[in-house]
């Protein structure tokens, strides 16, 4: 791999250059905050573990910045954005900066939250700033649909990484919680300041990574069938779970047979639980019937 030209990644001129002869206005309905700072890209890079043979798909690339830095030292990068004009210039900052790299790059002009399917070889590797507004979503779609993922990295906003990484009994843990570890061992992996952003946010930013599990969670219940008990016992937290998942169960009665089937107190909330135990509730729906 020939290594790039040191002018290669995006600087805050760069940036603002780019941005003036695209027209292009950072929107806040997208959640747009573009990365001005070529050391903050290269420390996700470095943080994310990112190799010389994964294959990194990229949500959200923006003008670039991440996008470069990702092909320095990845095998093959695929960007999915949303924006028409940011998608329609991207291919051409890549070929321009990187020009040894661009065959290595694909485009995918999508909502992430719509993409089955992507170019070439399967995903390692998921490595993005999510906009703000559709940051959890997002994330749980493409582990969802893209199993080979393995390592995901992630900068979303600082409350939503400590959603995101909280452990059960946490104030904030939560649905994102639970559904994140589902899939991967979920930690925070830094804090991203403010000043390195164009425009600057009114809050602060955190890294998230999440490392898909290389045993799933054992359970003879669907994945479905689990998350409806996650939204169920979360859709009224402050209730005890025998009530808060009286709907999902048909009664209180039912709720109460399937939580005591699973082992778990009818007392309990469902900040209190691990993911092993809703998949457990899960399997013992209709336990009383």
């Known amino acids: 791999m020939s290594s790039p030209t040191p002018d290669a990644l995006l600087g805050p001129a760069d940036i603002r250059e780019l941005a003036a002869v695209l027209g292009v206005r950072p929107t806040k309905q ?12 290269r ?28 092909l320095e030292a990845a095998d093959r990068v695929t960007a999915v954005e949303i924006d028409d004009v940011l998608a329609a210039a991207l291919p051409a ?13 694909a485009l995918v002009h999508s ?13 390692t590797a998921l490595v993005a700033n999510l906009p703000y507004n559709v940051a959890v979503p997002v994330l749980l779609h493409m582990l969802a649909t893209f199993p080979s993922i393995e390592r995901t990295l992630v900068m979303v906003q600082s409350e939503v990484a400590d959603r995101l990484a909280a452990a059960p009994g946490s104030k904030v843990y939560g649905v994102p919680s639970v559904k994140a570890n589902w899939y991967a061992e979920v930690k925070r992996a830094g804090a991203i300041g403010r000043n390195v952003f164009w425009p600057a946010p009114n809050v602060d930013s955190g890294l998230v990574s999440l490392v898909r599990r290389t045993e799933p969670v054992k359970t ?31 009664s209180a009665a039912a709720a109460e047979a399937a939580l005591v089937a699973a082992g778990v107190s009818p007392q309990a909330r469902g900040e209190a639980l691990t993911v092993e135990e809703f998949a457990a509730i899960a399997e013992h729906k209709g336990a009383g019937a």
Do not use: C, H, Y
């Open 43 to 70: 420390r996700i890079v470095r943080t994310a573990g990112v190799r010389p043979d994964d294959v990194v798909v990229e949500v959200g690339p923006g003008l670039g910045s991440l996008t470069l830095a990702l």
């Open 111 to 123: 909502d992430a939250m719509l993409v089955e399917e992507l170019p070439g070889p399967p995903p």
């Open 30 to 41: 997208r959640g747009q905050n573009f990365v001005i700072d070529a050391n903050t890209v």
């Open 220 to 250: 003879s219940a669907t994945r479905a069938e689990v998350f409806a008990v996650v939204d169920a016992a979360f859709a009224q937290r402050r209730k005890t779970l025998r009530a808060a998942l009286a709907g999902w169960a048909g």
């Open 93 to 105: 900052t890549v070929a321009a900066r990187m020009p040894d790299r661009a065959d290595r790059f």
